[in-house]
């Protein structure tokens, strides 16, 4: 539709907005024209007064008359598309990547948008009339004292309510004897303001808000009610008197009517009325907010200016003492002020932007959802404060953009008004990407007093009036948060290989504070330490009316809160984030004796794991070096460093620090901040005892005073808590330093060395040694522990082998026979053992065989699994040989076999001639051969390199995420063997947060952040319908940080690492064609570039994959309400797997688990001194079958000594090799589950085949039994024989089973 047709929405025939006045000479002076703010009910209304007084319109500065829209004509449907369409779907392809992004956005705008006056909005349009009408009829008050007024609400709140009402006061409330006359008449104009009239109006999954205003007459005020809190004690009467005599009107049927705060300031309340549950409203949605202003001329704005006080120290002691403080301006109360006063011209100035630029309205709507999705608003049950950034600031933002602006001495328009509203959405997000607010100043036109509006700290944008600050209150962090998600949302929207519309719009991670947050904190505080007095010889009138100037007692402690935590943690940090949590009531706005419950969010920067936080230098930076020690007290250390300067620096730990002490710096330093200056007593995972005795000593004088055990705060956060379940029980505090990943690589790159110094011995030159163990890639669950027999512990219950691959230079001497050449790869291993035994003589060689692809130390499975690989992959035809050589210096033992690329080539060629020759079985059996032996020597390999470039280069956190989801999986007995998922598998999967953030969420830059969104992964991700790509090109370009720094600088919001559309498009290809194929079906199935069909791991089985899903789950709900609540008792729930869902349960005898060492640590089951407890109910156990069951139960748990007292055996899992056979007898009847690492059961589920009847044939295959006088056509029913078959397995584990628990028949 043209703009010059175009009418606000909301106009037209449907208008509950007519502004309603007492008298016509009022509704003359304060009304706008029909033709000046289209607030009219109908074109009729156009012959109404189209004058406005001259004080009613303040100058609009800098405005730009162009219009940049044209005419248009609505094409017929049966017509093809237009040139002009064409050109749009062309010029969005070349936008966004994609048609399809412009098309699911134009169906978002038309999902979410409100019109008014369409049959939607029809009932509430009507209601809107109905509140016009009552409150143009309300009845007025004669003046009266505020005790009277105060007297008067409540009687008359008593006789609408049931209860009394009270004036919702701010704080501080008015003086007892204060001489201050309150009035009450009913509104000079009643209209509707805001986004619902604009057409900018978005419905979400959340309600939204229909603002009315209200125009306090002007008889009401005098010229300087504007000081001391004069005007909004007017105002508090004002909406308590509208909300009685709404609540006496037929209205109190239809909408709960209360008070709520406007922006969290407690001087701005308002009437909300919400839709009652049974009305037809309740669908739509809709809260209406009837918002009290007042004209422009009823109070001299000129004087509000941000550098002026008015509230004075005098009034804030409650003395008459005017001279005793200096006073500080009220930027925030002066703001406050002007904003209700020119609620109605922001209108017409939007509206006018709105005829300027056809595509204002719906641009705005698309930011108002874009910030929806990214604005929390609860945790669990607890409800959160909402930001006090907001819609409209984003709007204003927006027509600054389109309209004439001056910045930097440049005039002129960012984005042009002929711009659609992708484009517009687009140029706007990537300004509030670049843009910081907090030291870069804006203003419309050149009329503002910018020394005025700068003189005070915070973001500054003049308002078109040149009169308010339109950011005024608004804090830095939820400004830096602003800027952080418009950053990701630039990279998204540039990105040339994906469509990025979900994470943009539709993602609900945003608004999760469990995974939005590399570390999220729950600070539970008492309010009255933080808080001045309020009277009384301690009063400090200073900071008391530094806290009032906040407009509420919790914001003015979440201020103090994130500032200091911002300051301290800047290099370590790039935002603080501090949540504070919603009042459980009205009421407690202003109660400053409670209990009050933050949330504080932390995004790391690069330098989170830095061991030494550099500070200022004494000499050159004084008062900054004078700063530092008041943060840090006695952890600020003056040091000397490499480059000859001296400056103070905190230290946190040595170099040979692990991961896991690494990844706790940030946490610690914030817990040691918040002891030091506010006594909060924190986890003792976080805080060592010598950080509370320094804590603790010489705090500074700004600190907390008087903090008792009762009033100190508590900080709690699963950060540390959740990293102890990656550990292992058998590794010591002295062990923590010495077991390290990095000290396996070091004696790894040794044993390259030392075997590369044999060429001159052996047949062909060593190539390389390619390193294929997860434990040399940072992805074991524990780093390899090293034998230490040199001490003569003999730690041997389970020797755990590092696989390495030789590869010898190239030769055609190589045989053309299968037998052959593995006996000359035998030759090959034994002549090196044979040299390496002898170079070092102390080293302890072992020369053997294996099936590939059949022991559980391959980390391949046996039949039928949640692994579907085409073909077989249990061909036992291929026998290997391996040397285990017991590395002297790291205490290590690596596994070598021989990389032999002729061995491949020959299997293929084999496969094809048994093709050709129609000999399909010994066709299949080598196809099977040939890729297990790609999958042991080149994918293996090549997926060992990617993992260890993205730990060890790229994000450390990726390490520890990947051994907390495997410690998911494994104590959920869903990982490895029987039909668990594959490790490599479980990598890839912690692999795709780091390469492409889930649901536009940052890198994560911890490990508790990593583990939470793989379970998001699991959760949400549409396995049967998207493609799940890891992109390890984008693994460098992945870091957001950089990424946003460097666009930033270049103002290019885009990237140039990974995936090409070309290979994506090929990638999404094949993914088509396996849903064509029916491969999919809803299967967890992982692909990148160098394996685009998901045949290097297989897929795990659709089964399994919802199983999956519903544990990742449950243990978000898990985590969320521990940090809800603010207790970790519930923890270790996340880690133990619901034993109860399965049909039996086998126990083993925990001698024989020669691994158990590797389970988690006692202390991570530990909350609050109590040890949770793991049970399985019991209906039957076969005890006649384990008569020695009785006495062994009680046998104490061996964890460092082999079960067989033999310290040569290597690998030896007795466990892992029962149940691979019970695996391979009973795999069509029974599923079998197990903990790889060290788990005491093993769960099984009867296969759904077994639990119906069957025909009755000579080869059964399994333990079968007659059902009596029931046949099958004409053949006897059989039913497979479960309790026979569990005799089996006992007998089978004779010696491993202590009992079997049956839980279903």
């Not at 805001?194 to 419905?203: D, E, I, N």
């Not at 290989?497 to 904190?521: E, G, M």
């Not at 100037?549 to 979440?558: M, N, S, T």
Request: aromatic fraction near 8%.
């Amino acid at each position: 539709m043209a703009a010059g047709k175009r009418k606000l929405a909301g106009a037209g025939q449907a208008a509950p907005f007519t502004k309603h006045s007492r008298n016509d000479q009022t509704r003359k002076e304060a009304d706008y024209s029909s033709n000046e703010s289209m607030l009219s009910s109908d074109d009729s209304d156009a012959e109404s007064d189209s004058s406005m007084h001259e004080a009613d319109e303040l100058k609009l500065a800098g405005e730009n008359h162009e219009s940049g829209t044209s005419g248009g004509t609505e094409r017929s449907k049966t017509r093809g598309a237009t040139n002009a369409e064409i050109m749009a779907l062309n010029e969005a392809s070349l936008l966004f990547k994609s048609n399809l992004f412009k098309l699911q956005i134009d169906e978002l705008l038309s999902e979410t948008l409100v019109t008014a006056g369409s049959k939607v909005t029809r009932d509430l349009d009507a209601a809107l009339k109905q509140i016009r009408d009552v409150l143009v009829a309300m009845d007025s008050t004669k003046e009266m004292t505020v005790d009277a007024a105060t007297n008067h609400v409540r009687k008359l709140g008593k006789q609408a309510t049931g209860h009394a009402v009270a004036i919702p006061f701010p704080d501080p409330a008015p003086a007892a004897g204060l001489a201050l006359k309150l009035a009450f008449a009913a509104p000079e104009v009643v209209n509707v303001v805001g986004s619902y009239p604009l057409g900018m109006a978005v419905r979400t999954q959340r309600s939204f808000n229909v603002d009315v205003l209200a125009q306090m007459p002007a008889q009401m005020f005098q010229e300087r009610d504007y000081m001391n809190y004069r005007y909004f004690y007017k105002r508090a009467f004002f909406v308590a008197m509208i909300r009685v005599q709404l609540h006496a009107s037929a209205l109190h049927e239809l909408f709960d009517i209360e008070f709520e705060l406007l922006r969290s300031d407690t001087r701005l309340p308002v009437v909300v009325l919400r839709p009652k549950s049974d009305t037809r409203l309740a669908k739509l949605g809709c809260v209406v907010r009837i918002q009290p202003s007042i004209a422009p001329d009823t109070l001299p704005l000129r004087r509000l200016t941000p550098d002026r006080n008015h509230v004075r120290a005098a009034y804030v002691a409650g003395t008459t003492d005017a001279d005793m403080v200096a006073e500080q301006a009220t930027p925030q109360y002066n703001a406050a002020v002007v904003s209700d006063a020119l609620q109605l011209t922001h209108m017409k100035y939007l509206f006018e932007t709105n005829e300027q630029c056809a595509e204002f309205g719906r641009t705005s709507a698309l930011l108002r959802v874009w910030l929806g999705q990214r604005t929390v608003q609860h945790i669990g049950n607890q409800q959160l404060m909402a930001p006090r950034i907001s819609g409209f600031a984003l709007t204003m933002v927006l027509a600054w953009l389109v309209r004439s602006v001056n910045s930097g001495g440049v005039t002129g328009a960012r984005l042009s008004s002929s711009m659609d509203a992708h484009q517009l959405f687009k140029g706007a997000i990537e300004f509030l990407a670049a843009h910081d607010f907090n030291h870069g100043a804006l203003q419309f036109g050149t009329d503002a007093d910018m020394a005025a509006f700068g003189s005070q700290p915070g973001a500054v944008l003049v308002d078109p009036s040149a009169s308010v600050n339109v950011l005024a209150g608004v804090q830095t962090w939820e400004l830096d948060a602003l800027r952080l998600h418009a950053q990701q949302t630039a990279l998204d929207l540039n990105h040339h290989s994906a469509n990025h519309f979900s994470r943009v719009f539709l993602s609900a991670a945003l608004t999760d504070i469990t995974a939005k947050y590399d570390h999220v904190f729950r600070l539970d505080i008492d309010l009255a330490p933080f808080l001045a007095a309020r009277f009384g010889s301690d009063m400090n009138v200073t900071a008391r009316a530094a806290e009032l100037e906040h407009g509420h007692p919790v914001v003015a402690v979440q201020h103090r809160i994130a500032q200091l935590l911002s300051t301290a943690l800047a290099r370590q940090t790039r935002l603080v984030a501090v949540h504070a949590g919603a009042d459980a009531s009205f009421d407690d706005r202003i109660k400053a004796t409670r209990r009050h419950v933050f949330v504080v969010g932390v995004v790391t920067s690069a330098d989170a794991q830095r061991l030494v936080d550099l500070g200022p230098s004494p000499d050159a930076q004084p008062q900054d070096a004078a700063q530092f020690r008041t943060l840090w007290g006695d952890r600020a250390e003056l040091r000397r460093f490499r480059d000859g300067s001296i400056r103070l620096a905190t230290v946190w730990g040595a170099n040979a620090m692990p991961l896991e002490q690494r990844a706790q710096i940030v946490p610690r330093m914030l817990a040691f901040l918040l002891r030091r200056h506010f006594g909060v007593r924190a986890q003792p995972e976080l805080l060592h005892a010598d950080d509370l005795s320094t804590a603790d000593s010489a705090r500074p004088s700004e600190a907390l005073g008087d903090v008792t055990a009762e009033s100190a705060g508590r900080l709690f956060s699963l950060s540390t808590r959740i990293v102890e379940f990656a550990s292992t029980r058998d590794l010591s505090e002295s062990d923590v330093d010495r077991v390290t990943f990095e000290a396996a690589i070091a004696g790894f790159d040794q044993l390259q060395r030392e075997v590369k110094a044999l060429e001159e011995k052996l047949p062909l030159r060593v190539l390389a040694l390619h390193a294929v163990a997860p434990g040399l890639r940072y992805a074991s669950l524990a780093p390899p522990k090293p034998l230490a027999l040199a001490q003569g512990r003999g730690d041997d219950a389970y020797v755990e082998p590092l696989h390495v691959l030789v590869e010898f230079t190239t030769s055609n001497k190589w045989p053309d026979d299968i037998a052959a050449l593995h006996k000359v790869k035998s030759a090959f291993l034994l002549r090196l053992a044979e040299c390496y035994a002898a170079a070092h003589p102390s080293t302890h060689v072992d020369v053997s065989s294996r099936f590939f692809g059949y022991g559980a130390q391959d980390g391949l499975l046996t039949g039928a699994s949640s692994m579907q690989v085409a073909g077989a992959d249990d061909f036992d035809y291929e026998r290997d040989s391996f040397v285990d050589i017991r590395h002297v210096s790291s205490g290590l033992t690596f596994r070598l076999s021989v990389l032999c690329e002729p061995e491949g080539t020959l299997l293929a060629h084999k496969a094809q001639e048994m093709v050709r020759a129609g000999l399909s079985a010994q066709a299949d059996a080598l196809q099977c051969a040939h890729r297990r032996w790609l999958r042991t020597t080149q994918w293996r390999a090549m997926h060992h390199r990617q993992i260890l470039d993205l730990c060890q280069r790229h994000h450390p956190a990726a390490s520890l995420t990947i051994r907390l989801l495997k410690r998911w999986l494994s104590r959920h007995m869903l990982l490895g063997q029987a039909v668990g998922v594959p490790d490599e598998t479980a990598e890839l999967l912690a692999a795709r947060v780091f390469t492409d953030p889930w649901n536009g969420l940052a890198v994560p830059g911890s490990a508790y952040a990593g583990f939470v969104r793989c379970l998001q992964l699991l959760a949400e991700w549409r396995w049967a319908e998207d493609m799940c790509v890891v992109d390890f090109a984008a693994a460098g370009s992945a870091d957001n940080e950089d990424s946003a720094r460097v666009a930033s600088a270049r103002r290019v919001w885009t990237t140039t690492d990974g995936l090409s559309a070309d290979a994506y498009a090929t990638l999404q290809t094949a993914f088509d064609a396996a849903i064509q194929r029916k491969d999919v079906r809803g299967a967890l199935r992982i692909v990148t570039a160098e394996d685009p069909n998901a045949e290097w791991w297989g897929t795990v089985s659709p089964v399994l994959t919802r199983r999956l899903q519903s544990l990742a789950r449950a243990s978000l709900q898990t985590i969320t309400e521990c940090i809800s609540i603010g207790s970790d008792s519930s923890l270790s729930q996340v880690f133990t797997a619901p034993l109860a869902d399965y049909d039996f349960v086998i126990k083993l005898d925990k001698d024989i688990v020669c691994r158990q060492y590797e389970q988690p640590p006692s202390s991570a089951f530990t909350s609050d001194g109590v040890q949770s407890a793991e049970s399985v109910p019991r209906k039957e156990v076969f005890k006649n079958l384990l008569p020695s069951m009785q006495h062994t139960s009680q046998v104490h748990v061996k964890q460092h000594a082999n079960v067989f007292g033999q310290s040569d055996l290597v690998g030896f899992d007795p466990v892992a090799l029962f149940v691979r056979d019970l695996v391979g007898v009973y795999r069509d009847s029974i599923l079998f589950f197990n903990d790889v690492h060290g788990g005491r059961c093993i769960a099984g589920l009867w296969s759904p085949t077994a639990r119906k009847p069957h025909p009755f044939t000579a080869s059964m295959g399994a333990n079968m039994m007659l059902l009596e006088h029931e046949k099958i056509g004409t053949k006897p029913a059989t039913m497979l024989n479960k309790r026979a078959v569990v005799e089996e397995i006992i007998r089978l584990g004779e010696g491993l089973v202590e009992n079997v628990v049956i839980q279903n028949e």
